[in-house]
């Protein structure tokens, strides 16, 4: 039987299940990776993006169309992650618009929509670049919009999407050099055809159960570091949602007030929020147990998870989330920058940041994480150096969202711009439009070349690559290949002129033996004699060494 027809529970559910498709094949998506080195994250990033719009859809007696979207479309602006994550928000933000106040749709109404997604996401790009995510949903949503008749089905629809996504999908590498050269297609397309494919399953029905978890968020847990003699200390991060059955109390006069009230008086950390008949609780307790034999009075658990505090707070990042983060005093201004790896963080606010975020290539911080850096920094201009291309876009929507301070975004595309420009940030003037200015001509006489393991073989940029070999590169360009890290790092150097700098900042990997950044840091002292050279211990993934030249 066609569906001719959308509510707000058919819309949940395609969310759910596009959520779910995309998770069955992130690994797929980001092995389409344009660089041979170990960042691809864009199946990671439009998971979560999406996975965070899912999460707000708890109220499953909702039935209209334009809360279901509002609430979507709200949660994934706020768990945006990537250029890929922040586009496939602004695509929802627009589908959302078009359905304000409306209960169900058709297809004729539902097209209208699919068309604002597109002018939604084209606007959240300064310069679009076709052959990217942008133009496989345009052309999907055009042709399948021009097969649109007052008699249409959801079925027909998605099968015209689908069928154009693929096909536009066919034709990136030819709308963009960098793909051709690489042989792949472009990740975020594809990543938005497993969500078309999701969608188009819970229209016909098909029920979808979410399959892999993204890279970043899977967890290495320690489990000896709690043993046979550990004493508890930290208790146990206790989730649930609970569903309020009639069965059990009068749900109307149910009390969310009193029940904080309650996991306050066993627990602490308490988050704790009712939306229709769904009850979603955390808290942190060292006995969930009672906490679970308490609620069971009110209904029926729909989702339960309990984990060992001790194990997250021997990881360095876990163990940061439970730390509380008051205000700083507040200030005129104010500085928040992302990085990864503790020496570079260290660094960072030994340069005077009040804030540096979690994340970097392959870690991308969503726009909610911005946001309370934000929060965190309490001051009344706050200057953002983002320190990757991939995440300017979440940091410029963390800026539109926030309104408790002037944010700026210094457009830093690599560690080395963001070291540069916060080390020789002058707010004197007191003209926002002369820092900017100053901070941009800072950027572009910064020079950051990296080294990294290749994980496939390639040919790029007229440098021949083998898999496991160690490659350097600026940017999106590739300068050097060898099996030897040192090599690679030292010949990277030479290829770069680093004779012509005065500073080189070399920042060393996590994977990096001390003995071998020792040798290099004497070779480029005996090499480079009139240059002041500086290690740093980073502590960073992926890139084994960071070359900073100014």
Not at 54 to 78: N, V
Not at 331 to 355: E, N, P, Q, R
Not at 397 to 407: F, G, I, N, R, S
Request: aromatic share 8%; glycine share 8%.
């Amino acid at each position: 039987m066609s569906t001719i027809l959308m509510d707000g529970a058919l819309y949940a559910n395609m969310i759910k299940s596009g959520a779910a498709e995309l998770s069955d094949n992130i690994k797929l998506v980001n092995d389409l990776n344009v660089f041979p080195i170990p960042d691809g994250d864009t199946g990671d990033n439009m998971f979560m993006t999406i996975d965070s719009g899912a999460a707000h859809l708890t109220d499953e007696s909702e039935t209209s169309i334009f809360k279901i979207a509002d609430r979507a479309a709200g949660g994934m602006l706020l768990g945006a992650r990537g250029n890929s994550g922040v586009i496939l928000s602004r695509i929802f933000a627009g589908i959302a618009k078009v359905l304000k106040d409306k209960d169900s749709v058709n297809v004729p109404m539902f097209s209208k929509a699919m068309e604002s997604g597109v002018k939604e996401a084209y606007g959240a790009v300064s310069v679009p670049v076709e052959g990217t995510i942008l133009t496989v949903y345009k052309d999907g949503v055009r042709y399948a919009n021009s097969r649109v008749t007052n008699g249409s089905s959801f079925d027909d629809y998605f099968n015209d999407l689908i069928w154009e996504l693929k096909r536009s999908l066919d034709r990136t590498p030819d709308l963009l050099a960098v793909l051709k050269e690489a042989g792949v297609v472009d990740s975020g397309g594809a990543g938005f055809i497993y969500i078309a494919e999701g969608m188009k399953k819970a229209i016909g029905g098909e029920i979808l159960s979410e399959g892999a978890q993204p890279l970043s968020a899977r967890k290495n847990i320690d489990l000896n570091a709690f043993t046979e003699d550990s004493v508890l200390e930290f208790g146990y991060c206790t989730e649930f949602l609970l569903r309020l059955q009639k069965a059990k109390i009068d749900i109307d006069s149910f009390d969310i007030d009193a029940l904080i009230s309650w996991l306050n008086s066993v627990g602490d950390s308490v988050v704790a929020f009712r939306e229709g008949t769904i009850v979603k609780v955390h808290v942190h307790t060292k006995k969930p147990g009672d906490v679970f034999n308490y609620v069971q009075q009110f209904g029926e658990f729909l989702t339960m998870k309990i984990e060992n505090m001790t194990l997250q707070h021997n990881e360095t990042h876990a163990q940061k989330q439970f730390e509380p983060k008051p205000k700083k005093p507040h200030k005129k201004y104010g500085i928040v920058s992302v990085a990864t790896g503790d020496g570079i963080k260290d660094t960072f606010l030994s340069l005077g940041c009040d804030c540096v975020v979690d994340g970097g290539q392959s870690m991308n911080p969503s726009t909610e994480d911005l946001i309370e850096a934000f929060e965190e920094v309490n001051a009344d201009i706050i200057f953002v150096f983002p320190n990757n291309g991939n995440i300017i876009m979440a940091a410029n929507q963390a800026a539109a969202l926030y309104k408790d301070a002037d944010v700026h975004i210094i457009p830093s595309k690599t560690i080395g711009e963001g070291y540069a420009a916060i080390s020789m940030l002058d707010t004197t003037s007191n003209d926002i439009d002369t820092i900017i200015a100053e901070q941009k001509e800072i950027i572009a006489g910064v020079v950051t070349g990296m080294v990294s393991k290749a994980v496939r073989d390639t040919e790029m940029d007229g440098v021949e690559i083998k898999k496991d070999d160690y490659v350097g590169f600026v940017e999106d360009k590739i300068y050097i290949d060898d099996q030897n890290r040192k090599a690679v790092a030292f010949g990277l150097t030479e290829k770069l002129g680093a004779k012509r700098y005065d500073i080189m900042l070399v920042i060393v990997g996590e994977d990096v033996p001390k003995e071998e950044s020792d040798e290099i840091y004497k070779e480029l002292r005996k090499a480079y004699r009139r240059t002041e050279i500086v290690m740093i211990d980073g502590g960073q993934p992926i890139y084994d060494y960071i070359i900073i030249l100014e």
